[in-house]
């Protein structure tokens, strides 16, 4: 039996059809929701850690890209360094979770962790390396 971590991302015309259930059902998996950020006709995303043989696994993978879903391997954790950061922003664009947003008042960068669903897509756009990724 393995486990993965998965971020399963859903574009706006499937983000409300019943695709996951299928690999409970057609490929002898079990998942857990870990996080998600699903609003009907805008694109979603979902952490979920997946069980199951490793072929199996490769199995429902495969049958969710055929469904138009995209898929990458969620990092374990992702550490913002404050003392680099310049609360430019630039992050809070790709935090489709709105885990990264500015301080309404101050525009400081703000990092609530319970909304991050460890996709890794805010780090590669920091220009000072403020968000560290553990992969
Ligand atoms: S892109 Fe980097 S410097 Fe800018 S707000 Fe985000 S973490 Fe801070
Ligand atoms: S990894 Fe970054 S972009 Fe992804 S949800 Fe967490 S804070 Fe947002």
Redesign the pocket.
């Known amino acids: 039996m393995e486990k993965r971590k998965l971020v399963l991302t859903f574009s706006e015309d499937i983000v409300t059809q019943p695709i996951t259930y299928r690999l409970v059902k057609d490929y002898d998996l079990s998942f857990n929701i870990l996080r998600a950020e699903i609003t009907p006709d805008m694109e979603g995303k979902i952490l979920i850690e997946i069980s199951g043989t490793r072929k199996n696994i490769e199995k429902g993978v495969q049958y969710l890209k055929g469904a138009g879903v995209s898929i990458q391997e969620a990092v374990k954790d992702i550490i913002?360094d404050k003392d680099?950061?310049?609360?430019?922003?630039?992050?809070?664009s790709l935090c489709i979770t709105q885990a990264?947003t500015p301080d309404k008042k101050t525009r400081k960068?703000l990092f609530d962790k319970e909304k991050c669903i460890l996709c890794g897509l805010?780090a590669n756009?920091?220009?000072?390396d403020?968000?560290k990724l553990n992969i």
């Open positions: 913002l680099l950061c310049v609360s430019c922003g630039l992050c809070t990264l960068l805010c756009s920091c220009p000072l403020a968000i």
